[in-house]
């Protein structure tokens, strides 16, 4: 069985950190099932910032929009630091003994979004 529980990247129905122990060492369904949803969301996140670029030069683009852009970028941000901690949680221990940085107390928004 892993010793390390892995941090989900999806929040249980209040909000709240998921965690993973499981023995099948990566290969179990949820495992799998968390793999895809992290790639899924650094795809959306990559997505994005593929529009910034274009709203920003465009002078049509209005208070709201922008003020939606913010709100996904801060969304995909958070689901990119989640993955980052993540998989750095999952990183075999450094040979002197150190832990790798975490951000664990790293101020969360509430929700796991920005407002």
Excluded: I
């Excluded at 369904?29 to 996140?45: F, K, N, V």
């Excluded at 913010?70 to 993955?83: G, I, M, P, T």
């Excluded at 990183?91 to 003994?97: F, H, S």
């Amino acid at each position: 069985m892993s010793t390390r529980p892995r941090l989900l990247p999806w929040p249980d129905s209040a909000g709240k950190r998921c965690y993973l122990v499981t023995d099948d060492d990566g290969n179990g369904r949820l495992s799998r099932l968390a793999d895809e949803m992290e790639a899924m969301q650094l795809r959306a996140g990559a997505e994005l910032l593929c529009h910034v670029g274009k709203m920003l030069g465009d002078h049509k683009v209005g208070v709201g929009e922008l003020r939606f852009l913010v709100k996904s970028l801060c969304e995909a941000l958070h689901d990119a630091l989640r993955v980052a901690e993540s998989r750095g949680g999952r990183l075999p221990a450094r040979a002197d003994g150190e832990p790798h940085e975490s951000l664990a107390g790293a101020p969360e928004s509430e929700g796991g979004v920005c407002e």
